[in-house]
């Protein structure tokens, strides 16, 4: 008895077909991909917020408790940094994240700016416009030397006493970063910026003179001319 045998035709998928579902594949995974890293990157600009918000008050608590703000970290350690006569080594350098017991780097793995009014963190009475009290470093009528103007040079806020920086994701090299990583008296605060030259991702937060004053005189630890307490900003 003779079978007719029916011959098995394999088709496979040629180069257009495969090159066609590799670019659907694609685009199907970065439309997924480009949601989560917006995400992701949301989350980290949050935590970063949360983390410089904890920092700001635990800013405030260190100079209810000691009478002073405290000096930058300049060699890398955590710890402030003071000199033999109680004034800062410098002015500027990295938070002191040991001493004030918080988190090291910023959520994307980077130390925290750090800038001080040094008259603020030094172990001198007041800062020599009166009003002194022993103990304390600074007076009601102490102002910082610090200043934040916004990505057009206007200006945002002066005679800060300290200020606390996160660099952000990426390191720009536009003159708007560039400001924060100096160590002078003039920062910058402003929106995220891709524009080139431009380019700004920093977060900022800053110790405010009237509320650290403000604070100290409800805490009993300076008081008014009228010996009255004062409302916080």
């Not at 500027?92 to 918080?102: D, E, K």
């Not at 002078?184 to 891709?194: A, G, L």
Request: with cysteine; net charge negative; aromatic share 6%.
């Amino acid at each position: 008895m003779n079978s007719i045998m029916t011959p098995i035709i394999e088709h496979g998928f040629s180069m257009i077909e495969m090159a066609m579902v590799l670019l659907v594949f694609s685009l199907l995974m970065g439309g997924m991909l480009m949601p989560m890293a917006s995400q992701y990157q949301h989350r980290r600009e949050s935590e970063t917020l949360r983390k410089l918000n904890a920092i700001s008050e635990t800013l405030y608590g260190f100079a209810l408790s000691r009478g002073r703000l405290p000096c930058p970290d300049t060699n890398g350690d955590g710890q402030e940094d003071r000199l033999r006569s109680q004034t800062c080594k410098r002015a500027a350098g990295t938070l002191p994240w040991v001493t004030l017991a918080v988190d090291s780097r910023d959520s994307w793995g980077r130390p925290w700016i750090y800038r001080v009014t040094k008259a603020f963190a030094d172990g001198i009475d007041g800062t020599g416009c009166g009003d002194e009290v022993a103990g304390i470093s600074f007076a009601l009528c102490s102002e910082g030397d610090i200043r934040v103007k916004d990505a057009e040079a206007g200006l945002v806020a002066e005679h800060l006493p300290a200020i606390v920086i996160s660099q952000g994701a990426v390191e720009f090299a536009s003159t708007q970063e560039k400001e924060n990583r100096d160590g002078d008296r003039d920062f910058v605060k402003s929106v995220y910026s891709n524009l080139q030259g431009k380019e700004f991702d920093d977060m900022v937060v800053w110790v405010t003179p009237s509320m650290l004053q403000n604070r100290m005189v409800q805490a009993g630890r300076l008081t008014t001319t009228d010996g009255k307490r004062t409302e916080e900003n």
